[in-house]
């Protein structure tokens, strides 16, 4: 199944959003029979809901990506140590005698 990504998901949304806005204007202008919905309680609900789903969403990946950074870091760092207790060896015995 194709999705959207982050950015264009929100793009899209916005699009949809200025699209809406404008055609509201417009067709309170143009048509005089317009009279545009009101917002419900259900619907403020649905759309508290999916800022909040997208809030819980968000912070689930950055504590993930913020996981994984400090494995990577962790895993750098010993890295960095073994090397510098290989280079400390080899300058203890530059021949490579033990």
């Known amino acids: 199944m194709h999705s959207l990504d982050e950015r264009k998901f929100h793009l899209l949304m916005g699009a949809v959003f200025l699209s809406a806005v404008i055609l ?8 005089a029979l317009w009279n545009p919905p009101r917002i419900g309680f259900v619907t403020f ?17 950055d ?22 207790d290989e280079l400390r060896a080899a300058r203890r ?6």
């Open 93 to 98: 015995d530059p021949l490579g005698r033990s």
């Open 63 to 84: 504590a993930e990506q913020r996981r994984v950074l400090d494995e990577r870091l962790a895993r750098q760092e010993r890295r960095i140590d073994a090397l510098e």
């Open 24 to 31: 509201e204007e417009f067709l309170g202008r143009q048509a």
């Open 45 to 61: 609900i649905v759309g508290m809901v999916w800022v909040g789903r997208y809030a819980g969403w968000r912070s689930e990946l």
